[in-house]
């Protein structure tokens, strides 16, 4: 049996808000990008149309680099399971070379860090579903002896 140790706001933060993100605003940047700026003149100056090609490029590759490297991760006895929602592939617990939690204020982002190469690369990432994740730990010590390294 397995547990779910990554937290429900994985799903709202890799697949809703890129999503809404790149249709509103991507539209919005296009129709401010190409109008003429005989509706309103601040739609017309090109440092304006830059302005907010570069703010919707800017956040655009913050999603990419940070939000689209959140993962699913479920963990069971002999293996774990990580999952883009897509795809999902299993792992073995002796592949971990450590496991660091970075505490973000409001959420800890946990990175599996893998031995070698793996389809997710090298470095696992989830958002820590504080009970479920610590129960599983609590559950299983003899998975985790030597691979928790903590950082804040």
Same mark, same amino acid.
């Given at each position: 049996?397995?547990?779910?140790?990554?937290?429900?706001?994985?799903?709202?933060?890799?697949?809703?808000?890129?999503?809404? %993100?790149?249709?509103?605003? /991507?539209?919005?940047?296009? +129709?401010?990008?190409?109008?003429?700026?005989? @509706?309103?003149?601040?739609?017309?100056? %090109?440092?304006?149309?830059?302005?907010?090609?570069?703010?919707?490029?800017?956040?655009?590759?913050?999603?990419?680099?940070?939000?689209?490297?959140?993962?699913?991760? @479920?963990?069971?006895?002999?293996?774990?399971? +990580?999952?883009?929602?897509? =795809?999902?592939? =299993?792992?073995?617990?002796?592949?971990?070379? !450590?496991?660091? @939690?970075?505490?973000?204020?409001?959420?800890?982002?946990?990175?599996? !860090?893998?031995? /070698?190469?793996?389809?997710? /690369?090298?470095?696992?990432?989830?958002? !820590?579903? !504080?009970?479920?994740?610590?129960?599983?730990? +609590?559950?299983?010590?003899?998975?985790?002896?030597?691979?928790?390294? =903590?950082?804040?």
């Amino acid at each position: 049996m397995s547990t779910r140790v990554s937290s429900n706001l994985t799903l709202v933060l890799k697949i809703f808000l890129p999503t809404l %993100w790149i249709a509103f605003f /991507g539209l919005l940047t296009v +129709a401010i990008f190409f109008s003429s700026g005989e @509706e309103n003149l601040l739609f017309g100056d %090109w440092t304006f149309k830059l302005s907010v090609l570069g703010f919707f490029l800017v956040f655009l590759f913050f999603i990419y680099f940070t939000l689209m490297k959140l993962l699913r991760v @479920e963990f069971s006895d002999p293996t774990f399971s +990580a999952s883009n929602y897509f =795809q999902t592939y =299993q792992y073995r617990y002796e592949d971990i070379d !450590k496991i660091k @939690e970075y505490n973000l204020i409001l959420k800890t982002v946990v990175c599996i !860090k893998m031995r /070698g190469v793996t389809k997710h /690369g090298k470095n696992i990432y989830f958002l !820590k579903s !504080k009970a479920w994740y610590n129960d599983f730990v +609590a559950e299983h010590p003899h998975i985790f002896t030597g691979l928790l390294d =903590q950082e804040d």
